[in-house]
T-cell receptor, first 112, second 116 residues
């Protein structure tokens, strides 16, 4: 699976949009971009995933650049409960169910 | 999203004993389950992949005789840490998927193991 690069940490004021970038310059055509987050001492929580098109769900939006070499996760109105480590993962969608390889992620701190 | 549970949520045991951790998919059939380990301030590290009815596939460096994995049904996988030692103390997390290649994996809440 392609490697991803994320900033180590970010701060965001409560109520503002949190934009979390991810670089995946070696991504292949059949690889999806997944985002998970992990709140302290809990299991990771699925947020969103996409292949080429931008995606939106009740939690967040995922913007993927046209060349697919980077993406941005957007939390439109961050709250204190969004404080967590966010992981951007590139996953191959061929063969049997593929594993997720976690990097170090971005620690998002939402403040008052 | 789908719900995955783990039991127990935490366990303390003496060195040399064995500990079993259960992972259940509550509202879907999980053909594939994954077991991860996470040490403090580190990321999740995949230990093994288990498919229902077959032997688990272990990642390089993970001792299969020490970490026994059983995936006997489509809703239950177990991880047994045999002859646990203090260095096995960690946060163990499972995830489950239906087995389709584009399937989203859902994670359990984790089990914190402390070996004295």
């Amino acid at each position: 699976d392609a490697k991803t690069t994320q900033p180590t940490s970010m701060d965001c004021a409560e109520g503002r949009a949190a934009n979390l970038p991810c670089n995946h310059s070696t991504i292949s055509g059949n690889e999806y971009v997944y985002w998970y987050r992990q709140i302290h001492s809990q299991g990771p929580q699925y947020i969103i995933h996409g292949l080429k098109n931008n995606e939106t769900n009740e939690m967040a939006s995922l913007i993927i650049t046209e060349d697919r070499k980077s993406s941005t996760l957007i939390l439109p109105h961050a709250t204190l409960r969004d404080t967590a480590v966010y992981y951007c993962i590139v996953r191959t969608a061929t063969g049997t169910a593929s594993k997720l390889t976690f990097g170090t992620g971005t620690r998002l701190q939402v403040t008052l | 999203g789908a719900v995955v549970s783990q039991h127990p949520s935490w366990v303390i045991c003496k060195s040399g004993t064995s500990v079993k951790i259960e992972c259940r998919s509550l509202d879907f059939q999980a053909t594939t389950m994954f077991w991860y380990r996470q040490f403090p301030k580190q990321s999740l590290m995949l230990m093994a992949t288990s498919n229902e009815g077959s032997k688990a596939t272990y990642e390089q460096g993970v001792e299969k005789d020490k970490f026994l994995i059983n995936h006997a049904s489509l809703t239950l996988s177990t991880l047994t840490v045999t002859s646990a030692h203090p260095e096995d103390s960690s946060f163990y997390i499972c995830s489950a998927g239906s087995g389709r290649v584009t399937d989203t994996q859902y994670f359990g809440p984790g089990t914190r193991l402390t070996v004295l």
